[in-house]
């Protein structure tokens, strides 16, 4: 009986440490206590970090925001039970137990399954699996039987933003609504039209649902790549390069079709189509030796 | 051309403004050349055929401008729509006349069931053939506007005694269709700028990768004749909005109706033309041509694009069509206003305004709002790119696109466009509202995923020819342009220049023409069916195991054994092999597809009793460990097991897979459930007794794909048997085994059926899709 009393202690603990917070932080103390001493019925899933600034870990960061999700999504739903609950501790405060697990990487999760010891399989595969929520529900899933539905907190910028900006042009044109021939101006239609063909011709979308990183730095020698090696994918850099680029050939075009129709005196208008067909030849063959770097085999110059 | 005696004709004709005709001629000579040349000899000329074309014209009518004219505009076209045929053609030059890759198959098998039994037999056709034990509705679940054509072709030609096979027809119907995609470019581009830029838009478009992509001999598919029918309802479109007669808006709804027969993409025009009338209504452009046009387009292209099965009341139910119905609603609104204004006062229509046009705001707006929410956008930003459902993720069309893509497909032109959308918004008028829309939605989606490249190509070839031919326009022709006026003299940047600069431009669209034919001849032209590899000295080998195989299963399997492969091969084996298939490149059954994956991916009898329960006799892989083929079974094999997880996660763990480090690997350190899995065993049994290059220093088993000696050498069957293995063991099939074959059994295990339930989770219906080999294409070397 008194193992009982003891083990309803803690899971009224437990029970009052999650309400408070959905990730209960631990120490060493505390860890021993609640998760290896025996009498315990309930799943702990723990995720090891260093989230101190000194300790310069990115990825702790960005996987603690996803833990936090989990967590969150386990304690704000119907099903929340006290048979699994979410908990971290960092290098800083629980050394101890670091060493006691014989563990030096940082982020690691383990579960703490409620009957018996930890088996391989209760290491999170952090390297194969990623950290995304989504992917430690389907680990706990796996290990404990309880299905968590992974709810996001929307993310409000995205749209508020989108109002602001309607806001301001709605609030500019109103401002001016005596003089609204800006909006009959062709060229500022235009120049809109063009980025928007530049931006989308330029791979920007790509980008957006890829996310690739701006540019690639070679750890050992320090050299800054800024243009990806295959034609599979490319950087953030290499996609403005050839925004630019393309935009300069646009203006090439442009230029020279003004040259001949605008009347400017003659000398004016020679140095603007001179002017243009530099910038398509210059930076269409530009373009193209990118492109014969991207692509192997191409056998054109 | 230019000593020409009588330039006081000439010179009219070419300050009317159609001197960027003159521009086009000369290019489009080149490119014609450049391309049949390409075709046929392997290796490309420009500009080997010297001034054909200029002779032709100049002895016909120097006393008749307009006559002069249209025979040179007639004989650049034709050359266009030569040139587009002929460059579409290495294939068949190089291999033989075949249809082409996976889709097509299926569409070649579909008009030849159409040419046998006949139209209406077509339409109520039932596969039970395909997706075994549920078949297939054909008749009520493809566009039929391709075999129609085709059967068409075929029946037309069979009347007059010119007897093809139905196969012929298929293969080279696309590159026919490129002719008279050209020619309605040609006739769109007019319509929007002049006839010079009409006749460079068409040579773009004969020869432009981004098309010849989709439509080369042999690949039999919907976008060949769809991108015909695009161009021409727009022209038809066009056309109609400056005439404003019914006579042109029928034609462009007959035009739609065709496009609606042939491809799911009619789902662009439906929202591009509403999109016009809207913009041009906020322009304050609003006519009665405008009104006649779309009203008149609505209603007859609602009920004509009803009367095709696939599509049935999809036109008044699904959002996408929603735009379209939302303008009509508001372009009645706004003819009543006007109608209005012309009868009441001032006041009272005041009154009366407001209250429309509040109505009408908002109910455009909720229509937008659940557009956006529903429609379009959810559809092609979260569904297919985001969300990583394992089906679409796999097909590599539905990825987003580099711009290495972009200048891939399109070259010179994708930097050269929008100098044509400039000039078109600086000049604007009905139409070129148009072709700017059209160029800034197309753009969008092309961006998004690969395969809407196709949408894109034909208006950056229109808006390309627009910027060239308006450089052309004025730096051609110089001699004479300062001859006539003798005061306005100084106008002229001087010849200098102007030769310099038509000179550049020019070797600007040879680069073109030369880039265009390389990459038809390398990226595109390959059957995919019959495989081609080079020795280092050029000499070809011709792989042909994919048919060999086929054959043999045609040849020596009984005529309703069921053969179970991944999906990527159904439609050839329904095809060549004339066999039933569980699964094909209709990918319409996810969960029937995840029951083929898990069988892969388990162990053998594991395997065996899924194989049992469907029936199975034949199992047919792909195996290119030998030849060093990076397209085959062990490659995919990772979408088979996440396919397979996310039917039954149970069962399949895509982590069991790999080895404790995350890596996918064949030899001897890969995962063991990898090493014991059907896939596994299929592809290498007996394969470690192999030696696959000799005299090198490889073991025996080595992977030339993976490049690595196979981790299990000690392959034994229980349930299978292997029934053949093509010549570079290409293709294996196995034999599966009765249930008397089995060792002896007491009837207590006879009775074990498989316990677990099989749950179906519907996923949208794809529209086709193919496995692109690229990652072979651009690694896949014999040596």
Redesign the interface.
């Known amino acids: 009986s008194s193992v009982l009393t003891l083990l309803s202690e803690k899971v009224t603990q437990m029970m009052e440490w999650a309400s408070k917070r959905s990730v209960i932080r631990m120490n060493g103390d505390k860890f021993r206590r609640f998760v290896k001493a025996p009498p315990r019925n309930y799943s702990v899933l723990i995720m090891f970090t260093a989230l101190q600034p000194q300790r310069q870990c990115g990825v702790c960061r960005q996987a603690d925001e996803e833990f936090q999700v989990l967590a969150n999504s386990w304690r704000y739903s119907s099903a929340f039970t006290n048979k699994v609950f979410f908990a971290s501790v960092d290098f800083d405060e629980g050394s101890d137990v670091f060493q006691m697990l014989n563990m030096n990487s940082a982020p690691t999760f383990l579960h703490f399954p409620s009957k018996g010891k930890p088996r391989k399989s209760d290491t999170y595969?952090l390297?194969?699996?990623g950290f995304a929520a989504e992917q430690l529900a389907?680990w706990v899933a796996?290990r404990t039987d309880v299905q968590i539905r992974i709810i996001r907190p929307p993310n409000y910028a995205g749209p508020l933003l989108l109002g602001f900006l309607l806001a301001a042009i709605g609030g500019l044109a109103y401002l001016r609504r005596h003089n609204l021939e800006f909006l009959f101006n062709?060229?500022v239609?235009?120049f809109s039209?063009?980025c928007?063909?530049?931006i989308?011709?330029?791979?920007?979308?790509?980008n957006?649902?890829?996310g690739p990183p701006y540019a690639h730095k070679n750890p050992s020698t320090g050299q800054v790549s800024y243009i990806h090696g295959s034609?599979?994918?490319?950087f953030v850099a290499?996609?403005h390069i050839?925004l630019l680029?393309?935009?300069a050939?646009?203006m090439g075009?442009?230029l020279?079709?003004e040259?001949?129709?605008s009347d400017m005196d003659?000398g004016k208008?020679?140095i603007m189509?001179?002017a243009g067909?530099g910038l398509?030849?210059l930076?269409?063959s530009w373009?193209l030796s990118i492109?014969r770097a991207?692509?192997?085999g191409?056998?054109?110059r | 051309m230019k000593s020409s005696p009588n330039k006081g004709v000439l010179l009219q004709y070419w300050l009317s403004g159609a001197l960027g005709g003159w521009g086009g001629t000369s290019d489009g000579k080149h490119k014609a050349s450049t391309n049949a040349g390409g075709s046929v000899h392997g290796n490309s000329r420009p500009g080997a055929a010297g001034g054909g074309g200029g002779k032709v014209g100049l002895s016909g009518g120097l006393t008749q401008p307009a006559g002069w004219q249209s025979l040179l505009s007639f004989s650049i076209l034709f050359l266009a729509c030569l040139a587009g045929f002929s460059s579409r053609l290495f294939a068949v030059i190089r291999f033989e006349s075949i249809i082409h890759e996976f889709d097509p198959w299926f569409n070649y098998r579909s008009t030849h069931h159409l040419t046998t039994n006949g139209f209406y037999e077509f339409l109520n056709w039932f596969d039970e053939r395909a997706w075994y034990p549920l078949g297939r509705i054909v008749g009520g679940t493809v566009y039929p506007g391709l075999m129609v054509t085709a059967g068409l072709i075929h029946y037309v030609l069979n009347l007059l005694h010119i007897t093809v096979h139905i196969r012929d027809v298929c293969v080279f119907l696309a590159p026919v269709f490129s002719g008279l995609t050209a020619i309605s470019t040609f006739l769109l581009t007019r319509e929007l700028w002049n006839q010079g830029a009409g006749l460079l838009a068409a040579c773009f478009i004969a020869i432009v990768p981004g098309y010849i992509s989709r439509s080369v001999a042999g690949s039999f598919d919907n976008e060949g004749i769809a991108i015909f029918a695009l161009q021409f309802t727009y022209y038809l479109w066009v056309k109609s909005v400056k005439t404003g007669s019914v006579f042109w808006t029928i034609g462009c709804c007959l035009s739609y109706f065709y496009m609606v027969s042939a491809w799911g993409g009619y789902v662009f025009i439906i929202n591009l033309i509403p999109l016009h009338v809207f913009v041009l209504l906020l322009m304050q452009r609003y006519s009665r041509r405008v009104y006649i046009a779309y009203s008149t387009f609505y209603i007859v292209g609602l009920v004509l694009s009803m009367q095709i099965p696939f599509v049935g009341f999809q036109p008044i139910r699904t959002s996408e069509h929603m735009a379209a119905a939302g303008v009509f609603a508001l372009l009645q609104a706004y003819a009543f206003l006007q109608y209005l204004k012309d009868r009441l006062t001032r006041q009272e229509f005041q009154t009366l305004f407001f209250l429309g046009v509040s109505l009408a705001a908002g109910m455009v707006f909720l229509t937008v709002i659940y557009l956006t929410y529903t429609g379009l956008y959810v559809r092609l930003l979260t569904c297919y790119?985001?969300i990583h459902i394992p089906i679409i993720a796999s097909v590599s069309e539905h990825q987003?696109?580099?711009?290495?893509s972009?200048?891939?497909d399109l070259h010179?032109l994708?930097?050269?466009?929008?100098?044509g959308?400039?000039?078109c918004?600086?000049n604007?008028n009905d139409e070129r509202v148009f072709v700017?829309l059209y160029?800034?939605s197309a753009?969008?989606f092309?961006?998004?995923m690969v395969r809407l490249m196709l949408t894109l190509t034909p208006v950056v070839c229109m808006l390309s020819a627009v910027?060239f031919s308006?450089?052309f326009e004025?730096?051609m022709g110089d001699d004479t342009k300062r001859e006539k006026p003798p005061e306005k003299a100084?106008e002229g940047?001087?010849p200098n220049?102007k030769s310099?600069?038509t000179m550049?431009m020019l070797m600007?669209l040879m680069?073109f023409a030369?880039?265009c034919t390389?990459v038809t001849s390398n990226a595109y032209s390959s059957p995919s069916v019959v495989l081609a590899s080079y020795n280092h000295d050029g000499t070809r080998n011709i792989l042909d195991d994919f048919r060999e195989a086929y054959y043999w299963l045609r040849q020596n399997t009984d005529e309703h054994a069921r053969v179970m492969s991944w999906w990527d091969y159904g439609y050839q084996i329904a095809g060549m092999a004339n066999r039933t298939t569980l699964v094909d490149n209709n990918t319409w059954n996810n969960s029937h597809i995840a029951l083929v994956g898990k069988a892969m991916s388990s162990n053998e009898s594991a395997a065996y009793q899924i194989m049992r329960s469907l029936d199975v006799d034949y199992v047919l892989i792909i195996f290119g460990g030998v030849i060093g083929y990076s397209g085959d079974d062990i490659n995919k094999f990772l979408w088979m097991v996440r396919i397979a997880e996310g039917e039954h996660?149970k069962d399949i763990?895509e982590?069991d897979y790999?080895t404790?480090?995350?890596e996918f690997r064949v030899d001897k350190a890969g995962s063991p459930t990898l090493l014991n899995c059907l896939m596994y065993k299929m592809s290498y049994y007996r394969f470690g007794e192999m030696q696959v290059r000799r005299g090198a220093l490889t073991p025996p088993g080595f992977d030339r794909t993976r490049n690595a000696e196979i981790g299990n050498k000690d392959i034994k069957f229980k349930h299978l048997e292997e029934a053949f293995t093509s010549e570079h063991w290409l293709v294996r099939i196995y034999k599966v085994k009765k249930l008397d074959n089995r060792e002896p059994l007491d009837h207590k295990l006879r009775s074990v059926v498989p316990k677990q339930k099989y749950t179906s989770k519907k996923v949208p219906l794809m529209l086709g899709g193919e496995f692109a080999l690229q990652v072979w294409r651009?690694s896949f070397r014999f040596s």
């Open positions: 595969e390297q194969v699996r389907r796996d062709k060229s239609w235009a039209a063009l928007f063909v530049l989308m011709t330029s791979g920007q979308m790509w957006h649902i890829r034609s599979q994918a490319q290499e996609t050839v680029f393309n935009a050939v646009t075009m442009v020279l079709c040259a001949a129709t003659i208008r020679k189509c001179v067909i398509v030849m930076f269409f373009l492109f991207k692509y192997h191409y056998p054109y | 790119a985001k987003p696109t580099t711009w290495v972009f200048f891939f010179i994708v930097c050269t466009f929008p100098a959308l400039w000039f918004i600086k604007i700017a160029a800034i753009v969008y092309a961006g998004v910027a308006s450089v004025h730096y100084e940047l001087g220049i310099i600069v550049l600007l680069m030369v880039h390389w996660p763990r982590s790999f404790p480090q995350g651009d």
